[in-house]
Structure formats: C-alpha cells, structure tokens
Nanobody, 129 residues
Framework: QVQMVESGGGLVQPGGSLTLSCTVS????????MGWFRQAPGKEREGVSY????????LYAESVKDRFTISRDNAEDTLFLQMNSLKPEDTAMYYC??????????????????????WGQGTPVTVSS
C-alpha cells in the first residue's frame, strides 16, 4: 500500500520561508517522478513544481519560479519543497504526487496536466501577517 505523508506546513509571515517534506512508502521511490501541487480555497488545484526520478530536471510554475526549490532524497524516500519569499497568494493546501501518466508526444511543459496516480493528504500553508 502506497503512503505519501506531507509535513512542514504552517503559518508564516509574508517574506518568510517554509520547507515541506513528503515521505513515501510502499513504492520504489527512486523510480518515480514527483510533483507538488496546491489548492487554495475556492480555486482549482494547480501545479507548483515537478522533479524527475533522478532529481536532475526540476520544473516550476511561473508564479513560484526563483522562490521555490524542489528536491528529493532518493536514499530517504523523501521529496522536499523549499519555499522562500512567501506571499499571501501562496496560501493553500499543498500536496505531493507521484507516478505521472505521460502521454505520447507530451513535453516537459505538460507536467501540471499529467494524471498522477498517487497523492498525499496535504499539508496546509498560510501566509499572513
């Protein structure tokens, strides 16, 4: 049984930082690309960041580029999201996801639209003064 458990969320002031973690069990972690997604109240879920199985291809939504950093520790079966310069608009529930279904002809830029087979339960992030 696959389990994906996010942690590290919380309340932070604008301009602050948080690091999210996603610990995975029940699958061979280092074989799977991973992603971070978020959903704010009343809004659709959106892709935040993606990383390939080797950790050599990090991709970001334009809204978080240069502020967030995705990484993974394949020895510890853990995915990370370092979030700096946080803004109130970053407030959302953050989810990790694994094992995207990539269609023939898809490019890296399609990562937010791929169907991911495994999801965590989410960790809340609130950016407010």
């Amino acid at each position: 049984q696959v389990q994906m458990v996010e942690s590290g969320g919380g309340l932070v002031q604008p301009g602050g930082s948080l690091t999210l973690s996603c610990t995975v069990s029940g699958l061979t972690f280092d074989r799977y690309p991973m992603g971070w997604f978020r959903q704010a109240p009343g809004k659709e879920r959106e892709g935040v960041s993606y990383i390939n199985w080797r950790g050599t291809v990090p991709l970001y939504a334009e809204s978080v580029k240069d502020r967030f950093t995705i990484s993974r520790d394949n020895a510890e079966d853990t995915l990370f999201l370092q979030m700096n310069s946080l803004k109130p608009e970053d407030t959302a529930m953050y989810y990790c996801a694994a094992d995207p279904v990539v269609g023939a002809g898809d490019s890296w830029s399609d990562w937010p639209r791929w169907k991911y087979n495994y999801w965590g339960q989410g960790t809340p992030v609130t950016v407010s003064s």
